[in-house]
Nanobody
Framework: VQLQASGGGFVQAGGSLRLSCAAS????????VGWFRQAPGKEREFVAA????????YYSDSVKGRFTISSDNAKNTVYLEMNSLKPEDTALYYC???????????????????WGQGTQVTVSS
């Protein structure tokens, strides 16, 4: 499985960006897909996840109401629509997928077996 993230960039506070993550390989094995982020000097942080078949979604409290995770399963692509961006959203964003995780572990990086290379999002104040 390979995950290729794109769409990051530089935006002013209050602006929007849409990240994309194209998956290839054994995507039929996915149970969930998600996005994490990591700012310099900080641990990798859960952002959002989506159950691949049911479409159920989960968000961290810090992005709930501003970010939306979606997917086009026919295209094996996952999206993260980010609105009302804040300087504290600045980070390297990673897309991820897992084949065997359970609901209680959806926010744990170790639950996911596949990771993309990351795309940088920078929000200026």
């Amino acid at each position: 499985v390979q995950l290729q993230a794109s769409g990051g960039g530089f935006v002013q506070a209050g602006g929007s960006l849409r990240l994309s993550c194209a998956a290839s390989g054994r995507t039929f094995s996915f149970r969930a897909v998600g996005w994490f982020r990591q700012a310099p000097g900080k641990e990798r942080e859960f952002v959002a996840a989506r159950w691949w078949r049911t479409g159920s979604t989960y968000y961290s409290d810090s992005v709930k109401g501003r970010f939306t995770i979606s997917s086009d399963n026919a295209k094996n692509t996952v999206y993260l629509e980010m609105n009302s961006l804040k300087p504290e959203d600045t980070a390297l964003y990673y897309c991820t997928a897992g084949s065997s995780l359970i609901l209680s572990s959806v926010q744990e990086p170790a639950s996911y077996g596949y990771w993309g290379q990351g795309t940088q999002v920078t929000v200026s104040s």
